[in-house]
């Protein structure tokens, strides 16, 4: 499983951070701090694996923004960046030609997009068009008079 | 910036995101957001007024910027529990990150979850099954955790997927909960929709992984798993999850992962999969990213299973083809899956050495980490010279970070597979010299032991050390290593004429320099000018002209501000001066040190029965004692000719070999020390002297003194009374077998005529059974060129009774 997804510039500020297990505000602030140091001191045309404790960390740079996340032993580190790949498509589709600044301004959209696609640290949805389909009706039900409703005994 | 149609902009929240990033200071920063914050506090206070999800949705924001944002807990806790979607759902993303497990406010959105799991509409039971699978706690989920199974069960699509992965989440936290799972699972397996079946393959892991019997089970379902595999191995082009050609990638990989932990270690389950593995290594596009995941879950699946050897080759090979893509990532993890099965296919991974090692050369750091590993592993006798030079190619060059691993690395293969030692030395020395402040502390003597046992390449060794110390004296191991060296074998270095390396003139004086310029170095370390200024005392019985030279300088370190320097120079002086008969003993050439164990002891010598007493280790190149083996000093004395008295070896400080001098002992300088002062001249002992020998102008007394009961000292004297001076006195001593022998070291080796001078050697006796004491002593000395030896047998011991008690 994914331990965690972050998303940072290139001057080291933080987008997106997604964690999958459940650790104290100190330890994130750790694991940010170190990753981010590791990953920022990259060149360019390197390897997309590095080693940090005892996780693999597959990052891959888009534009001016780092996708980076954080693997067990297990996992597949080349599907890994498929994975990260396939999170930026969804991203682009849903903004339309995305860029750094709507994660910014629209932060919380970014989230509910990762939400219908991982979960728990493992893929949720493998398709394309399902992620954007649940994206749509969730923001429709927002705009609707459903969401007046009082939810109905079950 | 573009705003998505459907959706009103959240006017408040980027305006005040405007705000913050339009601050031009971290101080102007932290202004804003303080305000805002405050803003905010108020608004929560306050009640139901429509903007509630912006309110939280900007404070969200400002904790992804890394403020505090606890405040936020409860009004997170009430929006979860409003009936509106939009503060649902910003609610529960609050949740997710300002609530964790430990947080007392999480136990608080436990029932709100669980109204919303059975919600009639899916997305706000999305929402509940979302936040649970991310922060619940093992209490939440045994609470859930039925619930999640009716949901797997009985609900559409969309919430089966999301349900599936919650239970995964459910049985991470709590492992026994794994069990009401398992049928829910299996049935999820003749799913259509590839969401539900790719959570349902990652449950099944899950509980697999969990729970060996669990394995068990579901082993049955590995033909359904081919199914499916195949099925999307072979179908054509689906649109809804292609990726560049290959069809559900990211199923694919999860199927065959179960499929490696139902095939491990079961030959029927592997050989059910044969087929469809093949199929998927050879027909799988390899030219893109997405395919060469696919083919490297594959590999690792065939390697770990028991699959037939011709798929483990087709496996080794697609790897060995990874190893010449030129993607960077793809060699990265050959290189890991090749490390992997370095041991279990050793020959097959050796076919690869070549491009392995070429890897070396690559610019990525974390490719030449794999690259070096590997290459490690690859080392073998057939290839350690071509392997060796390419190892320290890549040292010279290598990051810092991968040094001191890649240097341990090259001892370790040296030692193992070393073709001569002339190589062996020359690879410690190269990598000294390129990486000396990398080796570890072990290096030291672990190279200098190397060097003693090489006694042919003395000479090589010591010209080639002397050179590079000429060249660099800044790497710590390698000078301490020279030093010794040049002290050691210091006449060779002067001798000059050396085969293996091209003749070069070293004067005294240069070796001197030599030594002097590490001395006052200030790149040396402390350890370092010890070793210095051992060798430089050393040298002073290896060379002739100037030895004055070396006086001086060691009596200018008699008072050097360091205290261990200080220490040597004052005994060294002490070597000069008072025991000057005893220097060039003390500083003879070493023998060779045997490898022994790490914290191996300096052999003391024991009573009874005649032992191999092993050698000491040698530290910090002080003058080492050679313990000989109580039957070699037997054998070359043949003393006592088959009589039942064992011949007790010298004790542990003294060796006493025939006709060399006494080697005189010190673990540490203080020892050196007390031994000399042991050897004043004995005052006359005031127990009575008895005459036990007396031939040739040479004559023996001995004195007793009772230290114990059991306990006895006897004290030997030896005078000259004749007209030669003789030189090398040794003398030795057997006891019965039940007695116990020490003898301490004698005063001297030369008995100078007319008995100018005398020797003494204190003996210590213990006698536990009470026997009958007696004891034979061997006299050798060498008068005018000509050795001499004769024995003596002591009976009666003056102070002692009869019987000897």
Not at chain 2, 256 to 267: A, D, H, K, V, Y
Not at chain 2, 393 to 408: G, M, N, Q, V
Not at chain 2, 709 to 736: I, K, M, R
Request: net charge negative; aromatic share 6%; charged share 20%.
């Amino acid at each position: 499983m994914m331990r965690f997804l972050l998303l940072f510039s290139r001057q080291g500020k933080l987008r997106l951070q997604k964690w999958f297990t459940p650790l104290t505000d100190r330890e994130k602030k750790k694991v940010i701090r170190d990753v981010m140091a590791l990953v920022l001191a990259r060149p360019p045309r390197s390897c997309n694996f590095l080693h940090w404790r005892d996780i693999k960390v597959v990052y891959k740079r888009y534009a001016s923004l780092y996708f980076c996340t954080g693997l067990e032993d297990q996992d597949n580190e080349l599907l890994t960046l498929e994975v990260l790949h396939r999170y930026v498509e969804l991203l682009d589709k849903y903004f339309g030609n995305v860029c750094e600044l709507d994660i910014i301004f629209n932060f919380e959209k970014a989230y509910y997009i990762l939400d219908e696609f991982l979960m728990g640290g493992e893929v949720l949805e493998t398709s394309k068009v399902a992620v954007s389909v649940s994206m749509e009706n969730a923001d429709t039900l927002q705009e609707t008079m459903e969401e007046y409703m009082n939810r109905p005994a079950f | 910036m573009h705003t998505h149609t459907a959706m009103s902009p959240s006017v408040p929240l980027q305006e005040m995101i405007r705000a913050i990033r339009s601050a031009r200071t971290q101080c102007e920063e932290r202004g804003v957001i303080q305000r805002e914050c405050a803003a905010i506090r108020a608004q929560f206070r306050q009640a139901d007024n429509g903007g509630r999800s912006h309110n939280l949705a900007k404070l969200l924001y400002v904790h992804m910027l890394g403020y505090p944002a606890h405040f936020g807990q409860m009004e997170c806790v009430r929006m979860i529990a409003s009936p509106r979607y939009s503060e649902k759902r910003v609610g529960y993303l609050g949740a997710m990150m300002l609530l964790d497990e430990k947080q007392d406010a999480s136990l608080l959105i436990t029932n709100s979850i669980k109204n919303d799991l059975s919600h009639s509409n899916q997305y706000v039971q999305s929402l509940a099954l979302c936040t649970l699978a991310c922060m619940g706690s093992a209490e939440m989920c045994r609470d859930l955790a039925p619930e999640i199974d009716r949901l797997l069960r009985a609900s559409n699509s969309y919430i089966k997927k999301k349900a599936a992965l919650c239970a995964v989440h459910i049985v991470r936290k709590v492992h026994e909960l794994g069990e009401l799972f398992v049928p829910a699972a299996r049935s999820l397996l003749s799913e259509k929709n590839h969401g539900v079946l790719h959570g349902a393959v990652v449950l099944i892991i899950e509980l697999c992984e969990q729970n060996p019997e669990t394995l068990e089970r579901f082993r049955k379902t590995v033909p359904d798993l081919v199914q499916i595999m195949k099925g999307l191995v072979l179908s054509g082009y689906s649109p809804e999850h292609d990726v560049a050609g290959i069809s559900d990638p990211f199923l694919q990989v999860r199927i065959l992962r179960l499929l490696r932990i139902l095939g491990r270690n079961n030959e029927g389950a592997s050989d059910s999969m044969n087929d469809l593995l093949a199929q998927v290594a050879t027909n799988t596009d390899s030219t893109k990213t997405v395919g060469n995941a696919v083919l490297y879950e594959t590999v690792l699946t065939v390697l770990d299973i028991k699959s037939e050897s011709g798929l483990r080759v087709l496996a080794v090979n697609i790897l060995g083809r990874f190893l010449l893509n030129n993607d960077r990532n793809i060699r990265y993890i050959a290189m890991t899956s090749l490390q992997k099965i370095v041991g279990t296919d050793h020959n097959a991974v050796q076919r690869h050495r070549g491009t392995i090692v070429d890897c070396l050369k690559d610019q990525d750091a974390s490719v030449k980490r794999r690259a070096l590993e590997l290459s490690l592993a690859l080392v073998s006798a057939s290839n350690i010279r071509s392997m060796m030079k390419e190892l320290l190619l890549f040292l010279s060059s290598c990051p810092p970070e991968l040094r001191a691993h890649a240097a341990s690395g090259i001892f370790n293969a040296a030692e193992r597979y070393a073709p001569s030692q002339r190589w062996h030395i020359d690879t410690m020395l190269h990598v000294l010299i390129t990486a000396g402040g990398d080796v570890r502390d072990e290096t030291v003597p672990n190279l200098i032991q190397l060097i003693t046992n090489a006694s042919e390449l003395h000479c090589y060794t010591v010209h080639k050390l002397y050179r590079a110390l000429l060249l660099d004296i800044s790497q710590q191991s390698l000078v301490q290593v020279a030093c010794w060296c040049i002290g050691e074998y210091g006449d060779l270095l002067l001798k000059g004429d050396c085969q293996e390396t091209e003749p070069v003139q070293v004067t005294e004086d240069d070796a001197l320099d030599a030594l002097e310029t590490v001395l006052q170095s200030h790149m040396s370390s402390p350890a370092t000018r010890g070793f210095a200024l051992t060798a430089t005392m050393k040298l002073s019985t290896r060379i002739t002209d100037n030895v004055d030279r070396i006086r001086s300088i060691v009596s200018i370190y008699g008072s050097c501000i360091d205290v261990e320097l200080q220490q040597r120079a004052v005994e060294y002086n002490a070597l000069f001066r008072k025991y000057d008969h005893m220097r060039a003993a003390v500083l003879e050439r070493m023998p060779v040190i045997e490898k022994n164990s790490p914290g191996h002891t300096n052999g003391e010598s024991t009573g009874e029965a005649v032992k191999d007493v092993p050698t000491a280790k040698m530290k910090q190149g002080e003058p080492l004692l050679l313990q000989q083996p109580a039957n070699q000093v037997c054998d070359l004395l043949d003393l006592l000719g088959g009589s039942e008295e064992t011949l007790q070896p010298g004790p542990a400080v003294d060796c006493l070999v025939s006709g060399l001098s006494v080697h005189a002992a010190g673990t540490a300088g203080g020892d050196l020390l007390d031994l000399l002062g042991g050897f004043e001249p004995a005052e006359l002992s005031p127990a009575p002297q008895v005459l036990a020998y007396d031939k040739g102008g040479v004559t023996l007394t001995l004195s007793c003194e009772k230290q114990s009961d059991t306990g006895l000292t006897v004290t030997l004297t030896a005078s000259n009374s004749s007209d030669s001076d003789l030189s090398s006195f040794t003398l030795q001593a057997a006891v019965p077998k039940s007695v116990q022998l020490h003898m301490k070291a004698p005063s001297g080796d030369s008995l100078p005529a007319r008995g100018t001078a005398k020797v003494t050697q204190m003996v210590v006796l213990n006698n536990p059974n009470k026997v009958n004491l007696k004891m034979r002593v061997r006299v050798s000395y060498t008068r005018q060129g000509s050795p001499f030896q004769d024995t003596v047998q002591i009976d009666s011991f003056p102070g002692l009774d009869a019987a000897g008690q």
